[in-house]
């Protein structure tokens, strides 16, 4: 951080430098941060399709979901080959409750990075908010193969499995999301509705 800031103070015009800060302020939550740079990133280089993924990541964290999808769309429309300008378009897609476009976004992340584990959490999601609980336990199952240390994983697809009434499935999902994250709340709560549902109190 402090070498991309000390960059900036030598070259006021570094693209590259705003670009790589915002993107560690977004990682450590400082989302208005991460939007400033980023901005300034996009007024130097109006072209720079990562610059606006990140502009547009940012602008989502802060809950502008309609100027989030904006920065998003010209960043796909400039590297329609950039994985990452269409995840993040999918997901921004997904909390707007637009599954048939996200669904899209995702098969198309899914063509450039066939290995790319969290678009299929993603895909699984958005069939789970259709829910189309196969196709979405489908996905987990992908994402679950690339990412097998991934509580979040089996807590979605243990939550598919429930909606399925697949009570003991969904609870051997819950046991191995507790198995890597003991303290998650969630996983505690399913795993005893689905024992609920089969009379074991």
């Known amino acids: ?21 915002g993107r560690l302020y977004g990682a450590m939550g400082e989302h208005d941060r991460s939007f400033q740079d980023q901005s300034r990133a996009v007024s130097l280089s109006a072209h720079n399709a990562p610059a606006l993924t990140a502009r547009g990541v940012a602008r989502a964290a802060l809950g502008e979901m309609q100027w989030a999808l904006n920065d998003l769309d010209q960043a796909c429309a400039l590297a329609p080959r950039l994985p990452d300008a269409h995840f993040q378009r999918g997901k921004v897609r997904l909390d707007l409750e637009m599954y048939d476009e996200a669904l899209e976004d995702f098969r198309h992340v899914i063509e450039l990075a066939p290995d790319m584990a969290p678009v299929y959490m993603a895909r699984g999601d958005t069939y789970a908010a259709m829910e189309e609980y196969w196709q979405a336990v489908a996905d987990y199952d992908r994402a679950a193969e690339l990412q097998p240390k991934n509580a979040a994983v089996y807590y979605a697809r243990g939550r598919a499995r429930l909606a399925l009434r697949e009570y003991r499935r969904a609870i051997e999902d819950f046991d191995r999301a507790l198995e890597l994250e003991p303290a998650m709340a969630v996983g505690l709560a399913n795993r005893g509705s689905a024992y609920e549902k089969i009379g074991e109190y």
């Not at 800031?5 to 670009?19: E, I, K, M, Q, S």
């Open 1 to 21: 951080m402090e070498d991309y800031t000390r960059a900036l103070r030598v070259n006021p015009d570094f693209v590259d430098a705003y670009y790589r800060r």
